[in-house]
């Protein structure tokens, strides 16, 4: 009984090795640079090991997507517990966004098909994605109920602030202090929560 144990767990704990080391060799070299190759390599497995796990690099790259707006969805959820304040929770997740992205640039990179990663799957196609932007349009939602059209347009136009400052501070690292970008940012985000009253 032991054994039979034993090979499952083994089983996921290789499966988080490959998604570690993938994770590893783009924070590293970039993504362009993973290949299922180079992870074999790397954990000292053949490359037919590797594609038992992933088929493809693009099914990799959806699963640490995944992942991503997995661990998205379950700081919202939080911040949706902690705080009544509709404009506390939007500028908190605003704020977990922000930290997400500088915290782990790779994952963020291939949630939303940033530097050479390239998933090919829609990322709004996404069960994860239509859970973290669930979450969102609720938030706003209990801001002023309005229609389900005028939420998707409040909905855009947030995820369009925060993504797209997200992207130009991470582009603009060399040029501009993240601690500078963060002010714009935070800034903003608390202009677009009040501006929902």
């Not at 938030?139 to 389900?148: A, G, L, R």
Request: charged share 30%.
């Amino acid at each position: 009984m032991e054994v039979l144990e034993r090979k499952p767990r083994s089983r996921e704990q290789t499966r988080s090795g490959i998604i570690k080391t993938a994770k590893d060799i783009a924070r590293r070299e970039g993504w362009q640079s993973v290949s299922i190759r180079k992870i074999a390599d790397a954990i000292e497995y053949s490359a037919p090991i590797v594609y038992e796990y992933f088929d493809s690099k693009d099914v990799l790259l959806d699963e640490i997507r995944q992942e991503g707006f997995r661990h998205l969805r379950h700081e919202y959820e939080r911040i949706n517990k902690l705080y009544r304040d509709p404009e506390k929770r939007l500028y908190e997740i605003s704020m977990v966004q922000w930290e997400f992205a500088l915290q782990h640039p790779e994952m963020y990179q291939v949630m939303y098909n940033l530097d050479g990663a390239f998933c090919t799957m829609p990322v709004y196609e996404s069960e994860e994605t239509q859970a973290v932007s669930s979450l969102i349009q609720e938030i706003i939602f209990s801001f002023i109920p309005k229609s389900k059209q005028s939420i998707q347009r409040l909905f855009f136009e947030w995820w369009s602030i925060s993504h797209g400052m997200i992207t130009l501070a991470m582009m603009l690292r060399g040029h501009q202090s993240i601690e500078q970008s963060q002010q714009v940012y935070q800034e903003s985000m608390r202009r677009f929560a009040r501006s929902l009253k």
